[in-house]
């Protein structure tokens, strides 16, 4: 039997970051705004399914599937059937995929779990996305008893489109939720952040900063914070390390200033509890 993967208590989120390619092109994409090169190898399905499966299951922390776009890994159906049914499964996802498909394929029970917000999280992107077809979509997998909501990026430029998604969502009974636009536009910052000067500056500085996520890049790097995964630098360690340990402790960090948004946020914790933020930063 494989070694079982202990994950701290202290622990919030599992991210699979199964592809960072995606099949939309946002001018405001988080990645984009870190430079993010989307080219990277992958794991396959059964290299996924293999690692996860090693994680002892923990009450209420789903696995969440996300990328980039992680519907276009060419394994992705065969990776949601091979988790093991002791794990909840999360997907975020832009749903350029036909529904029938999923429900085909997936049964809605296989998103059941006892948190309060939706299982599968779909991105709404006025920019690059039609709005009635993305309701369609969500309100056939929402009628078919998916787990499943619609959430859009508080951009100023997307103010109509927002309070229009909005509308047709409370009509229909679907979930809906804006995020906060994470980005600096014309000297203005967008987002709340528990260390401000940790993002978007001029200055880099050196701390010590300890992780509450495991977050497992395309190629199966486990990586401290976003920053690091997004670019490829300082991975930690690797899915394929048969004495793979996870912890949660201070590392050393030379990129405070640097941080991406996503890592340094004020947000709701998985119980959506407020004020929540993913890393703990001790300058040095």
């Known amino acids: 039997m494989d070694?079982?993967?202990?994950?701290?208590e202290s622990f919030n989120y599992i991210a699979a970051f199964l592809s960072l390619g995606c099949n939309l092109?946002?001018?405001?994409?988080?990645n984009h705004t870190v430079g993010l090169n989307p080219r990277r190898k992958h794991l396959s399905g059964k290299e996924w399914i293999s690692f996860l499966n090693k994680i002892q299951p923990k009450k209420n922390l789903p696995i969440t599937i996300q990328g980039g776009e992680p519907t276009i890994h060419p394994?992705?159906?065969?990776?949601?059937?091979?988790?093991d049914s002791r794990h909840a499964i999360d997907l975020l996802t832009n749903i350029q995929f036909d529904p029938e498909v999923l429900m085909n394929q997936i049964s809605p029970k296989r998103f059941d779990r006892n948190l309060?917000?939706?299982?599968?999280?779909?991105?709404?992107?006025?920019?690059?996305?039609d709005l009635n077809e993305t309701i369609?979509?969500?309100k056939i997998l929402h009628d078919?008893?998916?787990?499943?909501?619609?959430?859009s990026v508080d951009h100023p430029d997307y103010q109509q489109e927002i309070v229009s998604v909005a509308n047709a969502c409370e009509k229909l009974g679907i979930f809906f939720r804006t995020k906060e636009?994470?980005?600096?536009?014309?000297?203005?910052?967008y987002g709340t952040y528990k260390y401000p000067e940790a993002v978007f500056s001029d200055t880099v500085k050196n701390c010590m900063c300890k992780n509450s996520e495991l977050l497992i890049s395309p190629e199966g790097e486990i990586y401290k914070c976003h920053h690091d995964l997004y670019n490829r630098i300082l991975p930690i360690d690797n899915v394929k390390n048969e004495n793979l340990v996870i912890k949660?402790?201070?590392?050393?960090?030379?990129?405070?200033g640097r941080c991406n948004p996503c890592d340094i946020k004020l947000k709701n914790n998985r119980f959506q509890q407020f004020n929540h933020c993913s890393v703990e930063i001790k300058l040095s």
């Open 136 to 138: 369609n979509k969500v």
């Open 75 to 83: 394994d992705f159906y065969e990776i949601i059937k091979g988790i």
């Open 248 to 256: 949660s402790e201070f590392r050393h960090c030379s990129f405070y």
């Open 144 to 151: 078919n008893k998916f787990s499943i909501g619609i959430f």
């Open 116 to 129: 309060p917000y939706p299982s599968i999280r779909v991105s709404y992107h006025p920019e690059t996305m």
């Open 3 to 8: 070694k079982r993967i202990e994950l701290p």
């Open 181 to 189: 636009l994470l980005d600096k536009i014309s000297h203005t910052t």
């Open 25 to 30: 092109s946002c001018s405001y994409c988080i």
